[in-house]
């Protein structure tokens, strides 16, 4: 019997992933929940998932002898079944990043349930946590309306975070160049949040942060500031912007939840710049 045509190299534009994807297919056909979920993501690109691509992606994974013993590929599979062009969240990663930003984006969201339960009346047992509202939003617990208003937020960005896109600029021609993200205008419907070469380099907490920051200025809208009170790149705390502008600046709301998640943090490392003399920009 010939070797079957699978088509790998229209369908998966990362070399590496397509070479992988042949050895499987041709070998036993088993692949991998990741790269499955590589194979798909890897056909999102500037034109969405072509009905071809959707048909040789359904080929591959009805050939795949290892897919029905495997409830997550099963899973998977039935998703992009259901609704192919919900894969366009994440655009342009190649697969080693984009496992990175798959579950950056769900620990972000957990993290912003996280914040908002921690503002939450009955959790004012701790001295800290007052220490920390105080020093990112310039307002002590006992300013409920205050409060609500930033775990109302909080609580936008949980929800909104595993609905929102994300496009990997990896030549920096998208986006500033000492950016990590950011949040075009344009994407706003979509939630969609640029992500640079340099995120990749910064450690998870300040990720998680950076994915918060972006959501805030969505939820923002057109400004003519972004940042309010102005930028708190480092992380040193107290941040001391009044209240009226801390709450749409999203450095606050960043600081808060890196704080919040570790503690010990290790404020004065401006990343957007180190990360550009890392990557030998
Ligand atoms: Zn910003």
């Known amino acids: 019997m010939p070797p079957k045509k699978f088509f790998l190299e229209t369908l998966v534009k990362d070399k590496g992933i397509a070479s992988a994807l042949k050895r499987a297919l041709a070998d036993d056909a088993r692949l991998s929940y990741e790269e499955v979920l590589a194979m798909i993501y890897s056909a999102c690109d500037d034109n969405g998932i072509s009905p071809d691509e959707i048909r040789e992606i359904n080929a591959v994974l009805d050939n795949s002898k290892s897919i029905r013993n495997n409830s997550r590929i099963m899973e998977l599979k039935r998703q992009f079944r259901n609704n192919p062009q919900q894969f366009m969240k994440y655009r342009d990663f190649p697969d080693e990043k984009l496992f990175t930003i798959i579950q950056d984006v769900q620990k972000a969201a957990r993290l912003s349930q996280k914040c908002m339960n921690s503002l939450t009346m009955s959790y004012w047992s701790k001295p800290e946590r007052e220490r920390l509202l105080k ?17 109302w937020r909080f609580n936008r960005c949980w929800k909104v975070l595993n609905g929102a896109s994300f496009q990997y600029d990896s030549q920096g021609t998208i986006m500033a160049k000492d950016h990590v993200a950011a949040a075009p205008h344009a994407g706003r419907a979509k939630k969609l949040v640029y992500i640079s070469a340099n995120y990749f380099l910064a450690p998870e907490v300040y990720r998680l942060g950076a994915l918060i920051h972006e959501m805030i200025h969505h939820f923002n809208g057109v400004r003519s500031d972004a940042h309010p009170g102005g930028l708190r790149t480092d992380g040193r705390l107290p941040l001391n912007i009044p209240y009226r502008q801390a709450k749409y600046n999203p450095y606050c709301y960043q600081w808060y939840a890196v704080y919040l998640e570790q503690p010990n943090y290790t404020p004065g490392i401006n990343f957007e710049n180190e990360l550009i003399i890392k990557a030998g920009k």
């Open 135 to 151: 020093a990112t939003f310039n307002v002590l617990p006992n300013g409920r309306d205050s409060v609500n208003e930033i775990q």
